[in-house]
């Protein structure tokens, strides 16, 4: 950890670091004293994780954060601060921090949305699915993030249900729909965005949003449990979510499996630390896993990509979609756009709410391989995607040719329902 | 602690067990073979059953519980030997920490 710390200083001068106390320090029956005396040895850097959540809040900057229960003190510092901190006696040890909140999208910016489309739906495809008819009507797509702004232009009727939840998964009596950050409502107007002024930033404008608010301020897993246990109640068809930790994190699997067998589609972000790396849950073979492309069709360089020793799906992620300068909604009215595979996730989901709509009875699976067999392969000397970039004319015809093939066996009444179908895929052992 | 427990809860567990605080852990409940998890209902009876088993064991009570009826999983805020001893039930397959130190739990990627 302390090479991540080597190149952070290296690189901004300062790096986030948590800091355990020594034995000793913790004996104390307030450790907090201790924690305190190693406060001069943080920086109250502007750009760290927690000056940025103090100021997004109009809260005091916090040099650093103790976690009393942990003996732990987390901040940033400089090479002078971290030196000192690694001689003092009451500390243990210096190893670099996970950031302290939500990543942010590697760039954003507000724009005028001046097109009636936004590149991303265009390059989907997304028009010859709407001119039939398809619009994502009557499927609720659940949108895990930092909430929605129900109130923008484009959500206007969009959201059907909202919850946010507190730290032990529980949800907050009579919260309304309120986004913590702006990440939440540019990924729900990607999703279901209606038109507005002429101008329509949703790939599913029809579509219903079942939003938790689950992130930025108390995170835990619990808070996501919650969220994804509320989502199965709301009759979602797709998940949507654009969160998750670095590297593998095995304990998200069962229930990536378990809202399968509910007949979710799991739609998750693969991460922004570019080639080499991933996030879980995106990076199980049990998720639909997204990176990132721009206008031009080129992985963006931001977008995880990593190969696992596993029989299925061993190159994450399974595809790419639009999440380079993407417009969408901005909290408060207007339009901004971000980079990130986080955009590219509502891209796909917005999709598969129209397949989903275009079939109804079709399993998660089936929505899942008509999306994979879309993809139009990506070059290159590096791997960086399994499948390819998505395309929503060809995956509908994919669905439409394995819903040919099934159709007689689906008007026989005895047919098990696509639930127990799939519970049975997954006893099977098959993905 | 059994080892169905992970290494952050182990420690959360110790770290508690000197001033009695209480932590928050996330069990996972031992599913029916062939399923993913037990279904809500039983996840709700379960869940119910063995907090009152424990309770009734250990003289206490927990200070929070949440039932994820969907997922087969249930959250509680208690003692760490209250902790300790829902661990030890045989209905309870694992346990993870709720709280991630440095809030690993990150969104926005």
């Not at chain 1, 080597?6 to 355990?20: C, F, I, R, Y």
């Not at chain 1, 529980?170 to 409502?185: N, Q, V």
């Not at chain 1, 992130?215 to 969160?243: C, F, N, P």
Request: proline share 7%.
């Amino acid at each position: 950890m302390t090479r991540f710390v080597d190149q952070e200083l290296a690189t901004a001068g300062t790096a986030s670091v948590m800091v355990v106390l020594s034995d000793e320090a913790r004996a104390v029956p307030d450790t907090a004293t201790a924690a305190e005396s190693l406060e001069p040895y943080f920086s109250a850097s502007e750009s760290s994780q927690l000056a940025a959540v103090a100021l997004a809040a109009d809260l005091p900057v916090e040099t650093m954060r103790y976690y009393p229960n942990l003996g732990v003190a987390y901040g940033s510092v400089d090479r002078d601060g971290y030196a000192a901190l690694r001689s003092d006696p009451a500390v243990e040890e210096v190893v670099g921090a996970p950031q302290l909140s939500l990543i942010r999208p590697v760039q954003r910016r507000s724009v005028r949305a001046s097109a009636t489309r936004t590149w991303g739906i265009d390059s989907l495809g997304i028009p010859e699915l709407w001119a039939e008819g398809l619009t994502g009507a009557g499927v609720v797509v659940a949108h895990l993030d930092t909430g929605v702004d129900a109130d923008h232009d484009t959500l206007a009727g969009a959201v059907s249900s909202f919850a946010e939840f507190d730290p032990l998964g529980r949800i907050l009596p009579g919260a309304g729909p309120r986004d913590s950050d702006d990440h939440g409502t540019h990924t729900a107007a990607t999703i279901a965005g209606r038109e507005a002024g002429g101008k329509v930033v949703g790939v599913a404008p029809s579509a219903s949003l079942a939003s938790a608010l689950v992130i930025e301020g108390g995170d835990a897993v619990a808070r996501v449990l919650g969220g994804l246990d509320w989502s199965i109640d709301q009759g979602s068809r797709v998940l949507s979510m654009s969160l998750g930790f670095r590297g593998w994190w095995q304990d998200f699997l069962p229930i990536v499996r378990i809202l399968r067998s509910r007949g979710i589609l799991p739609i998750i972000a693969a991460g922004n630390e570019g080639p080499g790396t991933s996030r879980s849950p995106g990076n199980y073979a049990e998720a639909l896993s997204i990176g990132a492309h721009d206008d031009s069709g080129a992985i963006a360089a931001f977008s995880s990509s990593q190969r696992f020793v596993r029989r299925r799906d061993a190159l994450v992620p399974d595809v790419a979609a639009p999440g380079v300068n993407v417009v969408s909604a901005k909290p408060g009215g207007g339009f901004q756009t971000m980079s990130g595979t986080s955009m590219a996730t509502p891209h796909v989901a917005g999709l598969a709410a129209l397949l989903a709509e275009a079939d109804p009875s079709a399993t998660v699976t089936r929505l899942e391989r008509a999306i994979l067999a879309s993809c139009t392969p990506v070059g290159g000397p590096v791997e960086r995607v399994r499948k390819g970039i998505v395309n929503g004319p060809a995956a509908l015809a994919a669905l439409r040719s394995r819903a040919r093939v099934s159709s007689p066996r689906a008007a026989i009444p005895s047919q098990p329902s696509p639930a127990t179908r799939e519970r049975s895929r997954q006893r099977a052992g098959a993905r | 602690v059994p080892e169905r427990a992970d290494p952050e809860l182990t420690r959360q567990l110790e770290q508690a067990a000197a001033d009695n605080t209480p932590v928050e852990a996330v069990f996972v409940l031992r599913p029916p073979p062939g399923l993913a998890a037990p279904a809500p209902t039983s996840t709700e009876t379960l869940t119910r059953k063995l907090v009152d088993r424990v309770s009734a064991s250990t003289g206490r009570s927990a200070q929070d519980v949440h039932v994820f009826r969907n997922l087969g999983r249930f959250v509680v805020s208690a003692d760490p030997g209250f902790i300790r001893e829902l661990l030890a039930q045989p209905e309870v397959d694992s346990a993870l920490a709720n709280r991630r130190p440095g809030d690993e739990y990150l969104g926005g990627s």
